[in-house]
């Protein structure tokens, strides 16, 4: 690798370091100065004052995982994207052409999943 | 003026570096901690003048010293951690949260290189902004959906049904609309052949105004603003910490520091999305100021602009009430998704014209025909919906929810820019010293393209000792 190409990536390392620490600091500062007296009351679930009933990891509507996979698919399409739009300026029509097929398929899939119902939130 | 020889790029010297590094993050992450406590005020302010309030005026002059009381007021709360929560990742969740908001700026710059003058008598030329990478648009699409895992990580570990559901929400929701910025994103990234943002930045620069991406594809812009609104969960789209239904969402358990973490990484991301925005599609940090001139204007620019954008948030919030969840979504796969491939298909089909016309003006009127086009079926459509909602207004019909109205608006917003082309192609006389400037850019360019086609076809006509040796 070009070693200009590392020194820019290790300045991102810095500004990392740096940001990792700015919110440790706050929650350390928060510990020392602020009270500690926990009571059972206190640290107990707060669900609008009504008592906890249950598990707190229940079961939740198999729509969020639909909608994760159809992201999935999608992202992973998009994906292929970048650098043909990187690229596109020096292409020509061919790229061109075969973008739009790209597009179109993508387009149908969509299709697809909407008449499916993945898209209706039930 | 400077002798030119007495000028080094300060990633030459080591020491220089090291220095730009250190002093140049921690001048950001002061500007955005300030930034973050000032937008609280500015937010609380301009939504009391908006609900007939006067907002908080008491600490200090027009309450500017309110965000510090508020600052010393969390620091001395009491932080505890819940007998039902998930310790470990109860503690990490708004780090988690908190850091992605923080270093998605490190890709933005926010000027041009400045010249500083050191003591050994030469002129470092200090690039103002962390680092130029060429994968910026990657950095900032990769950094955005890290911030997601503090708000699932926060609900789940919370020990909490609604803190749960709130993250559940969240996580949804936040997937759903960034395939709609990735995609509106890869706009500019077309038309520049690049994916750095500074590349990105000075295309924008002439003409000025005009020169902006947002004429090339108003639409994209567009979607990229909503699609980041619902990203950092602003008004309309704050679902995940809806307070009617949810209590607060995935923060409810969460106390002193550690709450406004959160609340700090919501502002600081409303500041970075308007810094994104404004440089993908409105020019960056070029306009109003001067900044080739003195590039010190550029930091300036990119105030004003991320200024005005965070008054829209706060203007929006004021405004449109929250969108049902199952609409939200609905919003997200089956407008913005669509509308972000046709953004991108309209690109590809006016950049395509424009390269084998070889001619500029064919390409700004191919543009404008496109634009014509989409405004003209947007507001055929937009009209014939507003036909059939003359019927006696039905509240459980979807057709009128803010979704819709938010289409309307995008195409309000195709329609003006198709109002100012059509206006700058009557008086083209008048400015014929920009497009001049346009044109020999674009001859320019071409040239270039072509010189190099015509080495690339020389050298594979004459093929190299190294093709030999293979």
Same mark, same amino acid.
């Given at each position: ?23 440790? $600091? ?16 206190? %640290? ?7 008592? %906890? $009933?249950?598990?707190? /990891? ?25 650098? /043909? ?28 999943? /909407? ?6 939130? %039930? | ?35 973050? &406590? ?10 009391? !003048? ?65 010249? +500083? ?63 709609s910025m990735g995609l509106s994103m890869l706009v ?8 750095? +943002?500074?590349? +990105? =930045? ?15 594809n108003?639409l994209a812009a567009a979607v990229l603003?909503?699609a ?5 969960? !602003? ?70 602009? =991320? ?8 203007? +929006? ?23 972000a491939?046709?953004a991108l ?73 198709? &109002? ?5 192609? &009557? ?44």
């Amino acid at each position: 690798m070009d070693l200009m190409d590392l020194n820019e990536w290790a300045f991102i390392g810095v500004f990392l370091v740096i940001a990792a620490l700015l919110p440790i $600091v706050p929650i350390a500062m928060g510990r020392l100065l602020g009270p500690r007296k926990p009571n059972p009351v206190k %640290t107990d679930t707060y669900e609008c004052g009504i008592e %906890t $009933v249950g598990d707190t /990891w229940i079961q939740f509507k198999i729509q969020y995982y639909i909608f994760a996979l159809v992201f999935l698919a999608f992202d992973v399409e998009a994906v292929f994207l970048f650098p /043909w739009a990187v690229a596109y300026g020096g292409l020509g029509f061919f790229a061109f052409v075969e973008i739009l097929i790209f597009l179109a398929l993508l387009s149908l899939a969509l299709i697809y999943v /909407w008449r499916k119902g993945a898209l209706k939130w %039930t | 003026m400077i002798d030119p020889s007495l000028i080094v790029s300060c990633s030459a010297s080591t020491a220089c570096s090291l220095a730009h590094a250190i002093i140049m993050s921690v001048l950001i992450f002061a500007t955005l901690m300030g930034g973050f &406590a000032y937008t609280t005020w500015l937010e609380r302010r301009l939504v009391s !003048r908006f609900q007939h309030r006067v907002g908080p005026n008491r600490v200090g002059p027009a309450g500017l010293l309110q965000p510090v009381a508020d600052g010393i007021k969390l620091i001395f709360k009491e932080d505890f951690i819940p007998a039902e929560a998930d310790k470990a990742i109860y503690l990490l969740a708004p780090i988690l949260k908190a850091v992605p908001a923080l270093i998605v700026l490190a890709v933005v710059p926010l000027g041009p290189p400045i010249l +500083i003058p050191w003591f050994d008598g030469l002129w470092y030329q200090v690039p103002l902004g962390i680092a130029d990478v060429n994968v910026g648009v990657l950095w900032l699409l990769a950094i955005t959906s890290i911030g997601t895992y503090g708000v699932v990580l926060a609900g789940w570990s919370s020990g909490n049904k609604y803190s749960m559901l709130g993250g559940l929400r969240s996580s949804a929701q936040m997937i759903s609309y960034e395939l709609s910025m990735g995609l509106s994103m890869l706009v500019p990234v077309m038309i520049v052949g690049s994916l750095s +943002i500074a590349d +990105i =930045i000075n295309g924008q620069t002439a003409p000025p105004i005009v020169g902006w991406y947002l004429w090339q594809n108003p639409l994209a812009a567009a979607v990229l603003m909503i699609a980041m609104l619902a990203e950092v969960n !602003r008004s309309p789209f704050d679902m995940p910490e809806a307070e009617s239904e949810l209590v607060g969402g995935y923060h409810t358990e969460y106390s002193g520091m550690k709450f406004a973490l959160f609340f700090a990484a919501e502002y600081i991301g409303m500041i970075a999305i308007s810094a994104i925005a404004a440089s993908m599609f409105f020019g960056g940090y070029h306009w109003p100021l001067p900044a080739t001139w003195a590039p010190i204007f550029g930091p300036v620019n990119m105030f004003i602009k =991320i200024v005005l954008f965070l008054s829209g948030m706060v203007w +929006i919030r004021a405004t449109l009430p929250r969108i049902r969840y199952d609409r939200l979504m609905a919003f997200g796969w089956k407008v913005m998704f669509p509308l972000a491939l046709l953004a991108l298909a309209w690109t590809a089909v006016v950049l395509v014209v424009a390269d084998m016309a070889e001619d500029p003006l064919v390409y700004q009127l191919v543009a404008g025909l496109v634009m014509g086009v989409v405004a003209l079926f947007l507001l055929i459509w937009t009209w014939r919906r507003s036909q059939r909602s003359a019927a006696p207004l039905d509240v459980t019909d979807s057709r009128n929810s803010v979704g819709w109205a938010i289409v309307h608006a995008i195409g309000a917003i195709v329609a003006a820019p198709f &109002a100012v082309y059509d206006w700058l192609m &009557a008086h083209r006389g008048g400015f014929s010293g920009l497009w001049d400037v346009t044109r020999r850019e674009e001859a320019a360019r071409r040239a270039a393209r072509a010189a190099a086609a015509a080495a690339a076809a020389a050298e594979a006509e004459a093929p190299t000792d190294t093709d030999n040796a293979e």
